[in-house]
């Protein structure tokens, strides 16, 4: 078993880090497509990456501990197997049955032989479950088969080239039978698909639920802060880029007014000719509105910019204030400097702390309380 375990070790690995990068564009997808977090789509979308990288490693792992893997092998070393069903003879060959002997099929079962043809079926099977979720229909096991025989093509041929070239020999070998298989594997495992897919709700109940929350006109608080988020990478990227136009003059303040620009445009004017639209909002596919009229309104998306301008602007002044002291050499501002620096890091501290606190508050509220930049300016999130 230890064979196999390193490779599903590696892939376990290499899988958080992917998952760590495809968590918010996959929360942004998510929410943009149902509205909602369907742990059920979540769990099969990457349980899905997770098992093409095992399936993966598990076909090329360990690699050679060198490159000239030409030394390591004979001169007549045959790299390829284009005789299909040869499977079948190695199973006879090792384990010969007596078929008036029913004891004779246990060897055969635990024969390496056996167990290497199992294997290359199993390794497959769950491709076809995934694809049957994917495509729904019956019908569709012929894609099914064209994806397992394209997949295991793709495993074939990363063995046959050498990882790609990059050992001078092959270090496994091209099986045509390996083919038969795995495409054999992806079609059974689309046929059998049903009994695994009846534990998790079905496409047609989340698509079901996701037209309940369109018609209730429901935006969870994780859907506006993934809005919020991407406005904020907005604010920072037309920032820089407005910075670049001025570089000789470039300062706090300049900082400050560009980033002050960019808020005015991102929170204020967008929204007014968007029809309460954000670029973020408008990308998870809902706008703000009055919580009176539910229409957008000028007057309460000003008031909106000005409860996301303030806290920056806040943390913002007592940094310059902190940088100013540190360069001036005025005999009466050292004993305050260590002092007036620790104040102001602390603040800084606190005014997170609570922005995180608060944030935490209204996501695991359920959508009952809002954002204080929605509070203060009367504004709400509406699909609709």
């Not at 670029?279 to 919580?291: E, I, N, Q, V, W």
């Amino acid at each position: 078993m230890s064979p196999y375990v390193f490779p599903v070790q590696t892939a376990f690995f290499i899988f958080v880090i992917t998952a760590m990068f495809l968590l918010v564009p996959w929360l942004i997808y998510g929410y943009r497509k149902d509205g909602f977090f369907s742990w059920s789509r979540f769990g099969i979308s990457f349980s899905f990456i997770f098992y093409l990288l095992a399936a993966y490693c598990l076909v090329i792992l360990p690699f050679p501990t060198t490159r000239n893997t030409c030394a390591q092998q004979a001169a007549d070393t045959v790299y390829y197997n284009l005789a299909p069903f040869t499977f079948v003879k190695d199973i006879m060959k090792e384990t010969p049955i007596v078929w008036s002997q029913p004891s004779s099929y246990i060897g055969m079962i635990q024969g390496r032989a056996f167990l290497q043809v199992l294997f290359n079926v199993m390794l497959l099977m769950p491709l076809g479950v995934y694809i049957r979720y994917f495509w729904q229909k019956r019908s569709h096991w012929k894609q099914a088969l064209l994806s397992g025989f394209g997949l295991s093509l793709f495993f074939e041929i990363t063995q046959i080239t050498g990882f790609y070239g990059f050992y001078d020999c092959p270090y496994r070998l091209f099986d045509v039978d390996d083919l038969l298989l795995n495409s054999s594997g992806t079609v059974l495992g689309f046929l059998t698909a049903p009994i695994v897919l009846a534990l998790f709700p079905s496409r047609a109940s989340i698509e079901a639920k996701s037209e309940q929350i369109m018609e209730q006109n429901k935006v969870y608080p994780v859907a506006q802060l993934l809005a919020l988020i991407i406005d904020s990478v907005v604010v920072v990227f037309a920032t820089n880029l407005m910075s670049i136009f001025n570089l000789n003059h470039t300062n706090a303040m300049t900082n400050m007014l560009n980033t002050m620009i960019a808020m005015l445009f991102v929170f204020f004017f967008i929204p007014s000719l968007k029809e309460g639209k954000t670029p973020g909002s408008a990308l998870m596919r809902f706008r703000y509105t009055d919580r009176k009229t539910g229409e957008p309104s000028s007057t309460s998306l000003f008031k909106r910019l000005l409860a996301l301008y303030a806290p920056w602007l806040f943390v913002s002044i007592a940094q310059m204030i902190n940088e100013y002291a540190l360069i001036n050499e005025n005999a009466m501002l050292q004993p305050f400097k260590i002092w007036l620096s620790v104040g102001i890091v602390g603040l800084n501290v606190l005014i997170l702390l609570v922005l995180f606190i608060h944030v935490m508050v209204v996501l695991f509220s359920r959508g009952k309380r809002a954002f204080y930049c929605d509070m203060v300016s009367n504004t709400k999130a509406s699909r609709k």
